[in-house]
């Protein structure tokens, strides 16, 4: 059967307007191709220069800000309003965790790799600070933004005039900034740590450093200390956990090989993430060396935990107070007369 010219073209323009009626009903339902979201570089923590830090996936970084995903929003950081980064937890997809409900101080995600002595050293250094009374010179280390040390009680035994010197690192040298009138907050001489509280003065933040979980520390691991031996600022020195739970009087300290000596008392000792895992406090002899102790991060724990039941009274005999020794008995010649 045979079809007209007419007929043929008729059928055509028939099949071509169903064809785009059916194009315009698939784009009427059709959503448009999704834009593509900025792909992460990681996790990474600003430390911001009012003294708070905030932490999320960095989605861009420009000269001018940081673009942070935070889960529930996106924040844009202004380069100006940041102190520094922390370059490692970007690295290593993890976080500082937020102070639990009472605690004051900063703790470390799980997975926080280890790094090298030189570079902790350089990054923790500003946050060691030398502690000073009239009658000597020990170390302390900052734990929050709002300037809370802890130290040896030690170091501030019988003295109530209390000042802390902090190093902070410029872009060639490292400027000395003394504090003085330090507030003693609370202080346990059985276990020989003391809380500070110093106000900072215009400019400066503090910079705490983390806080080891109780428990996280073994025998043969590698541990720093950072203080001011015999007076000498920003010392560091190396060793091992030779022992974890050495007795002394009833108490149980930290033993290791990393040199201590008088002005260490109340300085940090690091592993190797950065961490806090304890206080330094003492040495087997003033002449013996590899033979340092220092309070567990587990006591220091529970310190800072119950500072309201040590809270500081200067009207107290008991808080933070040495007691005069008692007078010797006369000899037989003093009998005599």
């Not at 570089?41 to 430390?47: H, P, R, S």
């Not at 529930?72 to 102070?99: C, K, M, N, Y």
């Not at 043969?220 to 000498?232: D, M």
């Not at 002005?263 to 806090?276: H, M, T």
């Amino acid at each position: 059967m045979r079809i007209g010219h007419g007929v043929a073209a008729a059928l055509l323009l028939a099949f071509l307007i169903a064809a785009w009626v059916v194009m315009v009903k698939r784009s009427a339902v059709e959503p448009p191709p999704l834009r593509s979201e900025p792909t992460s570089t990681g996790a990474v923590t600003l430390w911001l220069k009012n003294g708070n830090l905030v932490s999320g996936e960095a989605l861009k970084e420009r000269a001018d800000a940081t673009v942070l995903d935070l889960g529930f929003t996106v924040l844009e950081v202004p380069a100006d309003q940041i102190e520094r980064r922390s370059a490692r937890e970007a690295a290593a997809g993890t976080t500082p965790e937020a102070p639990a409900p009472g605690e004051i101080f900063m703790t470390t995600s799980p997975n926080m790799p280890e790094r090298p002595v030189k570079d902790l050293a350089q990054e923790l250094c500003e946050s060691v600070a030398l502690v000073s009374t009239p009658d000597g010179l020990g170390s302390g280390f900052a734990i929050d933004a709002e300037g809370h040390f802890v130290t040896n009680a030690h170091v501030t035994q019988g003295e109530q005039d209390v000042s802390i010197t902090l190093f902070k690192r410029g872009e060639t040298t490292l400027e000395r900034i003394k504090i003085d009138k330090v507030k003693i907050e609370a202080v346990n001489p059985f276990l020989d740590l003391a809380l500070l509280k110093a106000t900072a003065p215009e400019g400066l933040r503090f910079k705490p450093v983390p806080i080891a979980p109780a428990g996280a520390v073994q025998e043969g691991q590698s541990v720093f200390a950072i203080g001011s031996p015999l007076g000498l600022e920003r010392t560091v020195s190396e060793g091992i956990i030779s022992n974890t739970r050495r007795d002394f009087e009833g108490q149980l300290y930290l033993q290791t090989t990393a040199p201590i000596n008088p002005g260490n008392s109340g300085g940090p000792l690091f592993n190797l993430r950065g961490e806090v895992i304890g206080v330094t406090n003492m040495k087997a002899g003033l002449f013996t060396e590899g033979l340092s102790f220092a309070i567990p991060v587990s006591t220091l724990r529970f310190f800072l935990n119950s500072r309201d039941a040590f809270a500081f009274d200067k009207d107290n005999p008991n808080s933070g107070f040495h007691y005069l020794p008692p007078p010797r008995k006369a000899s037989a010649a003093a009998d005599a007369r």
